[in-house]
């Protein structure tokens, strides 16, 4: 995964996501994406900490934290290529940012084989049923607190769709 200015840049000239802005998103797929965001920045662990305890409360941070930290390593460790996310305090949107959202909105709405297609995408198939264990996870803990995350429409999940900015690898 990599930060990039680039990547919504190149969602554009792609024309196969429409562009997003976060405000534009619901609070559930804007927590995952600040989430994702400030671990990918290597952002204090507090803050997570802090973020997932406002939006789950005492009881469930630690199995929320737990969930979001294993989909994040499954991705890190088998992704199929580098993802485009933008920086922690960017208002866009990167398509790969909606990917990673749909797939949980996807396990959320108990569309499996939506989350299925998504996930065959995103990693490698020794890691296919990590990633959809924990996405199942964290979309069962989001639709306890009452943050449904809605579906967008994906045209498909093959290259020509998806963006990526400048090639690093998640550490």
């Known amino acids: 995964m990599t930060q990039s200015l680039e ?6 000239r792609d024309g196969s996501f429409p562009a997003l802005a976060i405000d534009q998103l619901a609070i559930g797929e804007q927590l995952l ?9 290597e952002g204090p662990e507090r803050a997570l900490a802090k973020g997932f305890h406002v939006a789950f409360g005492l009881s469930m941070v630690e199995p929320a934290l737990a969930s979001f930290h294993g989909l994040y390593q499954t991705l890190r460790d088998h992704c199929r290529r580098d993802l485009g996310f933008h920086g922690p305090r960017c208002r866009s949107v990167s398509s790969d940012e909606i990917i990673i959202v749909s797939l949980i909105a996807a396990s959320q709405a108990g569309m499996t084989a939506h989350a299925g297609a998504i996930a065959r995408y995103l990693v490698h198939p020794q ?18 607190k009452e943050l449904k995350l809605p579906l967008h429409p994906l045209v498909s999940y093959g290259e020509a769709t998806c963006a990526t900015a400048q090639p690093s690898r998640l550490h």
Request: charged letters at 25%.
């Open 127 to 144: 890691a296919l049923s990590d990633l959809i264990d924990g996405a199942g996870c964290l979309a069962m803990l989001l639709r306890q």
């Open 7 to 12: 990547a919504r840049v190149h969602d554009e």
């Open 33 to 41: 994406i600040w989430a994702l965001r400030n671990r990918l920045a």
